[in-house]
C-alpha cells in the first residue's frame, strides 16, 4: 500500500504562483513514476504531468513553459511548482504514483483557484 499527502493548495490571483507537494509512504520503492493530474468541474481528469525517479518528465501542452514538476527521492516527494496561473487551471489537483503492474495510487485532492 502507498499513501499519498498533498498540500500547497489555494486561491491565488491570475499570473500568481502556487506550490504542490505530495508525500509518498508506504511501500515506496524501485523505478516509479510521480505525478499530477486534475479534474475541472464537468470535465475528465486529465494529466498535468509526471515524473520518474530518473528524472525524464512529461507534460501537458496546456502548462508546458508555465508549470514545472520535480521530485527528492530522497523524501519521496514530488512538487508541482505551478505559475502564470490561468483561470483555467481551477481544479483539484490529484497526486499519483504508479510503480511496475502494481495499482495506481491517488492523493486526496487538493483545490486549485484561480480567480481573474
Known amino acids: 500500500q502507498v499513501q499519498l499527502v498533498e498540500s500547497g493548495g489555494g486561491l491565488v490571483q491570475a499570473g500568481g504562483s502556487l506550490r504542490l507537494s505530495c508525500a509518498a509512504s508506504g511501500s515506496v520503492g524501485g523505478i516509479n513514476v510521480m505525478g499530477w493530474y486534475r479534474q475541472a468541474p464537468g470535465k475528465q481528469r486529465e494529466l498535468v504531468a509526471t515524473?520518474?525517479?530518473?528524472?525524464?518528465?512529461n507534460y501537458a501542452d496546456s502548462v508546458k513553459g508555465r508549470f514545472t514538476i520535480s521530485r527528492d527521492n530522497t523524501k519521496n516527494t514530488v512538487y508541482l511548482q505551478m505559475n502564470s496561473l490561468k483561470p483555467e487551471d481551477t481544479a483539484v489537483y490529484y497526486c499519483?504514483?504508479?510503480?511496475?503492474?502494481?495499482?495506481?495510487?491517488w492523493g486526496q485532492g487538493t483545490q486549485v483557484t484561480v480567480s481573474s
Open positions: 499519483y504514483y504508479k510503480a511496475g503492474w502494481n495499482p495506481n495510487y
Open positions: 515524473i520518474i525517479n530518473g528524472g525524464s518528465t
